[in-house]
Nanobody, 122 residues
């Protein structure tokens, strides 16, 4: 049974930082792609960043490029999203998801975590 558990969300002031974690069990991330998605109230879900398990190559949405960094720890089977220079518009529930690369990139991965709330506010 595949399980993805996100952690690390919280309340942070504008300009601050958070690091989200996505710990996987029941699946070896080396063989898949992992995506971070977010959904703000009243808005559609959007892809934030992706990483290929096979070679570690990454993709970022324009809205987070230069501020967010996706990375992985192969030994821990965990993916991280380091978020710096946070803005109020980054406020959302953040989800990690896993599947084949183009399935994740297309926003329809099979496996999803439960989500973690990120709130950027003064």
């Amino acid at each position: 049974q595949v399980q993805l558990v996100e952690s690390g969300g919280g309340l942070v002031q504008p300009g601050g930082s958070l690091r989200l974690s996505c710990a996987a069990s029941g699946i070896i991330l080396d063989y898949y792609a992992i995506g971070w998605f977010r959904q703000a109230p009243g808005k559609e879900r959007e892809g934030v960043s992706y990483i290929k398990g096979s070679d570690g190559s990454t993709v970022y949405a324009d809205s987070v490029k230069g501020r967010f960094t996706i990375s992985r720890d192969r030994a821990k089977n965990t993916v991280y999203l380091q978020m710096n220079s946070l803005r109020p518009e980054d406020t959302a529930v953040y989800y990690c998801a896993v599947d084949a690369f183009y399935t994740v990139l297309g926003g329809v991965p099979r496996y999803w975590g439960q989500g973690t709330q990120v709130t950027v506010s003064s």
